[in-house]
C-alpha cells in the first residue's frame, strides 16, 4: 500500500449511494440471470443464510408486506428456487425453504466477485478491514432500522 495515492474522503451520503447503487445493481443482474428481481435474489438469499421462515417472518426481515411476500414466495417456487413445507416442528405451520441456483452462470458471477473482492480486501489492512467491518456492520444495521421504520409506518 505504499505506493496507493491517498484517497479523497467522499462525503458520507455519496459513499453510502455509491455503495448501495452498486451492490443493486450487482443483485439485480444476478437476478437477472435466474429470472428474479433483485428483491426477490436478496430474499432467496436472506433464505439460504438464515434458514427455512414462514412468510410472515420472510415479510419481517425484508420489511416486504405479506401480500409481496406472498407473490415473493410465488415466483421463487415457479422457478424452483424455494418450496413451501411444513414446519417439522409444528405441522400446521408452513415455512419456506430455499434451493440452491443450479445455473452455472451464478455461480460463476459469484465466484467473480468473490476474486473481485479478495483483490479489494488485499488493499487493506488487518486494522483497516475491522474499521471497514465496523463501518458495514453498522450502515446495515442503520438500513434495516430505517427499512423497518418504513415498514411500520406503511402498516399505520
Do not use: C, N, Y
Not at 505506493?3 to 443483485?27: I, K, T
Amino acid at each position: 500500500m505504499a505506493d496507493a495515492q491517498p484517497v479523497q474522503m467522499p462525503e458520507p451520503d455519496r459513499l453510502g449511494a455509491e455503495l448501495s447503487d452498486a451492490v443493486v445493481l450487482f443483485h439485480e443482474a444476478i437476478g437477472s440471470l435466474m429470472g428474479l428481481s433483485a428483491a426477490d435474489h436478496k430474499a432467496l438469499g436472506i433464505l439460504g443464510r438464515e434458514g427455512p421462515m414462514s412468510a410472515g417472518e420472510l415479510a419481517e426481515r425484508t420489511a416486504l408486506t405479506a401480500g409481496a411476500v406472498t407473490g415473493l414466495v410465488d415466483r421463487l417456487e415457479r422457478t424452483g428456487l424455494a418450496r413451501r413445507e411444513r414446519d417439522p416442528g409444528d405441522r400446521r405451520r408452513l415455512v419456506v425453504t430455499a434451493s440452491r441456483p443450479a445455473d452455472p452462470r451464478v455461480a460463476e458471477a459469484f465466484a467473480g466477485l468473490s476474486t473481485a473482492m479478495a483483490e479489494v480486501t488485499a488493499r487493506f489492512s488487518p486494522e483497516q478491514l475491522v474499521a471497514i467491518a465496523e463501518w458495514v456492520a453498522l450502515s446495515s444495521a442503520a438500513l434495516r432500522g430505517q427499512a423497518a421504520a418504513i415498514a411500520a409506518r406503511r402498516e399505520t
